[in-house]
């Protein structure tokens, strides 16, 4: 069974810094693109960032481009998110999510499963 | 970008009957070569982190119930519930995965009249 666990987040002042993981299971980690989708509160889904298997490309949302890094490390299984700069704006529930086994190598964002997300709260 | 609008932004339905959920996108997702469109739907329950539903527009995940069922004319997708449950109570949101930056519908809050 593929499992996703998410960490890291919590209380962090505007300008501060963050690092979310995501301790995967249940499937050939290093095979599938990882991303990150965070979850305002009450709020829609909004997709963060995307690293392929081999760690090789990374594709982020202007609204985290230049403050968030993504990144892996196939041998332990476990995919980050490096946030920086935080601004009261980027609070909300981030989720981990594989790409799909649906999604070929021409597709990047069919997610499935999700983790159940880590709360990250930015403070003015 | 590829913008996602769902109509409605919420629905109220009665036990056994259909519930309908569209989601129109501002730019073709069909990948013309795969005749494919990337469109996928997810059911996010509440506390609950969200679940794939249905994927390239139409095909059911596996393990869903096949009351759901997406289908598409041109750039507007639908999603049906023939005969609501009410276990079906959640928020319903479209996606394209047709190009960064991946996008998503607002979500359409689904309850029981």
Redesign the interface.
């Known amino acids: 069974e593929v499992q996703l666990l998410e960490s890291g987040g919590g209380l962090v002042q505007a300008g501060g810094s963050l690092r979310l993981s995501c301790e995967a299971s249940g499937f050939t980690f290093s095979n599938y693109a990882m991303?990150w989708v965070r979850q305002a509160p009450g709020k829609?889904?909004?997709?963060v960032s995307?690293v392929s298997g081999d760690a090789t490309s990374t594709?982020f949302?202007?609204s985290v481009r230049g403050r968030f890094l993504i990144s892996r490390d196939n041998s332990k299984n476990t995919l980050f998110l490096q946030m920086n700069s935080l601004r009261v704006e980027d609070t909300a529930l981030y989720?981990c999510a594989k790409k799909?086994a649906?999604?070929g190598t021409?597709?990047?964002?069919?997610?499935?499963?999700?983790?159940?997300?880590t709360q990250v709260t930015v403070s003015s | 970008d590829i913008v996602m609008t769902q109509s409605p932004d919420s629905l109220a339905v009665s036990l056994g009957e259909r519930a309908t959920i569209n989601c129109m996108s501002s730019q073709t997702i069909l990948h013309t070569s795969k005749n494919k469109n990337y469109l996928a739907w997810y059911q996010q329950k509440p506390g609950q982190p969200p679940k794939l539903l249905i994927y390239w527009a139409s095909t059911r995940e596996s393990g869903v119930p096949d009351r759901f069922s997406g289908s598409d004319s041109g750039t507007i997708f639908t999603l049906t519930i023939s005969s609501l449950q009410a276990e079906d109570v959640a928020v319903y949101y479209c996606q394209q995965y047709y190009r960064t930056p991946i996008t998503f519908g607002q979500g359409t809050r689904l309850e029981i009249k």
Request: negative net charge.
């Open positions: 991303t829609g889904l909004e997709w995307t594709y949302a202007d989720f799909s649906y999604c021409d597709c990047l964002g069919l997610f499935d499963p999700w983790g159940q997300g």
